[in-house]
């Protein structure tokens, strides 16, 4: 690989920064709401999952308060 001086480096580095597609301020905040919504979701889910795999295994093993 032929190696590039610093001046070209930060060329190709401009270059390629002009190419991205930066998102909206209102996608970032729908994608930021949309992620949070679904933490909560999963943190439901777990909490629902580690409950009742808690309440078998204390059943199994005869420990239930």
């Known amino acids: 690989m032929a190696k ?3 001046f070209q480096f930060v ?3 401009r270059a390629e920064m002009a190419k991205v597609t ?3 301020r209102k996608e970032t ?3 930021t709401v949309m992620v949070m919504i679904m933490v909560v ?3 439901i889910f777990f909490l ?3 409950e009742a795999l ?3 295994v ?3 093993l005869g420990i239930r308060a």
């Open 22 to 24: 930066w998102p909206s």
């Open 11 to 13: 060329q190709q580095v």
């Open 4 to 6: 590039t001086n610093p």
């Open 41 to 43: 979701f999963a943190s």
């Open 58 to 60: 204390s059943y199994i």
């Open 54 to 56: 808690s309440f078998a």
């Open 48 to 50: 629902i999952v580690d």
């Open 29 to 31: 905040m729908i994608t």
